[in-house]
């Protein structure tokens, strides 16, 4: 499986943006797809999931109320859509995909992509 991830870039404050993860070769042993984001200096957290075979999406604490996530599964595609972005939004994205429950962990997921920066300017 992998991962491409894309969409990020400069934007300022309150703008939106929506980051795109298509994944190659994707199985049935990598069902869930999430994205997680790593601010400088700071630990990797988790901002969203879904699943390719179903919905009820999951959102952690950065996503709730301004972040949804998508699926097209006919094009093995993953979109973060972001709105009302804000300075602390800055970050590192990275879509990842994996199998399990526990998909706020960072340890389900055995793919990873190369990760793409969003900054938010004041």
């Known amino acids: 499986v992998q991962l491409q991830a894309s969409g990020g870039g400069l934007v300022r404050t309150g703008d939106s943006l929506r980051l795109s993860c298509v994944a190659y070769g994707r199985t049935l042993n990598t069902d869930v797809m999430g994205w997680f984001r790593q601010a400088p200096g700071k630990e990797r957290e988790f901002v969203a999931a879904?699943?390719?075979?179903?919905?009820?999406?999951f959102y952690g604490d950065p996503a709730k109320g301004r972040f949804t996530i998508a699926r097209d599964n006919a094009k093995s595609t993953v979109y973060l859509n972001m709105n009302r972005l804000q300075p602390e939004d800055t970050a590192v994205y990275y879509c990842a995909a994996g199998g399990g429950d526990l998909v706020v962990y960072s340890t389900t997921y055995d793919y990873w992509g190369q990760g793409t920066l969003v900054t938010v300017s004041s």
């Open positions: 879904i699943r390719w075979s179903s919905d009820g999406p």
